[in-house]
């Protein structure tokens, strides 16, 4: 190929990047203006007062005897920090939403470089990728957060009355929401490597001792409390996700075949 079809080439990708990454933002904005308009049922769900949830915590503590959700009481230090969290608010949920939809374009952006087979692959795990986003965000608010929270609440109460931000509030659940949410792809991502060819089963079985303590860097990374208890909320659940890698790795595995001799 000439250097002019080369950069003939590169222009072109470059350009769908471009387009991609507009309708990105604009996908990105419209759930955005769609969550500030919802601002106070999403903000009731952060601070756990929904009644929508109310129901499945209640059912969580009777039966399941997991912690109950905490009572905050939030407070806004300067004057434009209540503006500030309406927007961060509005933006965060708008990226939790869209998610899904930037893995696709993600996904688009590269296809051209699969073959046909691995396309079909693709368009075959994407629906999975979305919905275990979905589990891994609601696995998170319902089991995590609350006694993360409580635990950070209660640490050195006795002490000192804490008086906790709003801002600060915010940031804390809408990271462990988001983070959560993207360690859940892990199983999805390693089966569709195993797919390819790209790991095999017996490589990700030796690795185990790997995980397990790649799990609780994790978990220690994403916890926002330095207590073990909490920490192993994330880290078990996440060393579990590798093992049904594995096993989904086995059931969809084909090894990568070798060239052919030569005549």
């Not at 991609?20 to 999403?42: D, E, G, H, K, M």
């Not at 952060?46 to 209640?58: A, G, H, K, M, Q």
Request: some cysteine; overall charge positive; charged content about 15%.
């Amino acid at each position: 190929m000439s250097s002019i079809g080369k950069s003939v080439t590169i222009l072109g990708h470059l350009a769908e990047l471009r387009d991609r990454l507009v309708r990105s933002v604009i996908a990105i904005a419209i759930t955005t203006v769609i969550s500030l308009i919802f601002y106070n049922q999403v903000f009731d769900l952060l601070t756990f007062e929904s009644e929508l949830t109310r129901p499945i915590f209640d059912f969580i503590v009777n039966k399941l005897h997991l912690m109950a959700p905490p009572i905050v009481q939030l407070y806004a230090i300067e004057m434009t920090e209540n503006f500030g969290v309406f927007m961060k608010v509005g933006l965060f949920t708008g990226i939790i939403l869209v998610i899904p939809y930037l893995i696709y374009e993600l996904v688009m952006f590269v296809s051209p470089a699969l073959t046909a087979k691995e396309k079909r692959y693709v368009y075959t795990i994407l629906p999975w990728v979305s919905m275990m986003f979905i589990v891994g965000v609601v696995f998170a608010y319902f089991i995590i957060l609350p006694p993360a929270i409580n635990f950070l609440l209660t640490f050195g109460s006795d002490i000192a009355t804490p008086q906790i931000r709003i801002e600060n509030y915010v940031s804390v659940v809408t990271r462990l929401l988001l983070a959560i949410g993207l360690v859940f792809e892990l199983p999805v991502l390693i089966t569709f490597l195993a797919r390819l060819g790209v790991v095999s089963p017996k490589w990700l079985v030796e690795k185990r001792k790997w995980a397990i303590i790649v799990a609780f860097v994790v978990g220690g990374l994403i916890t926002p409390t330095p207590d073990p208890v909490n920490q192993c909320l994330v880290s078990v659940p996440l060393y579990l996700l590798y093992e049904v890698s594995i096993w989904l790795a086995k059931l969809v595995y084909r090894k990568k075949k070798s060239p052919a001799p030569a005549a």
